[in-house]
């Protein structure tokens, strides 16, 4: 629950030069490309419009990249928080993804933080084989934001951010979210 006072308020996002303790990193324009591709995407699943947000920042210590990608709606705002969970969240699910890889997706309520909001995480495990990735991502929505907030590995990696949960996705995406959003 929000605290007293900040419901209601409304939200700008942006690309500060750090945002949750890691510095902004400007893009190659392939990764640009791919932030802009997943923003797209993921703005057609919710059904939501507005001027796109997208950053990188150097997470060194674990040699990993944090993504956010984000959208600010109108002035008047506009986005309907609840859609995070009528349009994306599901029961765990498997599927193949066309190439022969098993694509298991599960997701949980996370705590948006002191900016309000809904807030979900996904978990994401592809399996290849012997081989398996996972990936984890949290969301959130207000009625003028929505955000996103992902990380990978730089450059070829044979190794996984182990250790990593959904829980620690959570607090992730509440550190970033708290420097890339700021009130109107």
Not at 12 to 22: D, F, H, I, K, N
Not at 26 to 35: D, T
Not at 155 to 176: I, K
Request: glycine share 12%; net charge negative; aromatic share 8%.
């Amino acid at each position: 629950m929000p605290p007293a006072g900040v419901r209601g308020a409304s939200y700008r996002l942006g690309t500060p030069p750090s945002a949750g303790g890691y510095a902004f990193h400007q893009a190659a324009s392939a990764s640009q490309q791919k932030m802009s591709d997943a923003e797209q995407q993921i703005a057609q699943q919710l059904g939501i419009t507005g001027t796109p947000v997208e950053a990188l920042y150097d997470d060194a210590a674990d040699s990993e990249w944090i993504v956010f990608i984000g959208i600010n709606a109108g002035s008047g705002g506009g986005f309907d928080p609840a859609q995070l969970h009528a349009k994306l969240w599901q029961q765990p699910s498997t599927h193949l993804d066309g190439t022969g890889d098993r694509v298991t997706t599960s997701w949980e309520d996370t705590d948006p933080g002191p900016h309000g909001g809904r807030g979900i995480c996904s978990q994401t495990l592809e399996q290849s084989g012997a081989l398996a990735a996972e990936d984890s991502a949290c969301l959130w929505m207000t009625a003028t934001t929505f955000g996103e907030v992902t990380f990978y590995p730089k450059g070829y990696s044979d190794r996984l951010l182990t250790g990593f949960t959904v829980v620690d996705a959570g607090n992730l995406m509440r550190a970033v979210r708290a420097d890339v959003e700021q009130p109107l």
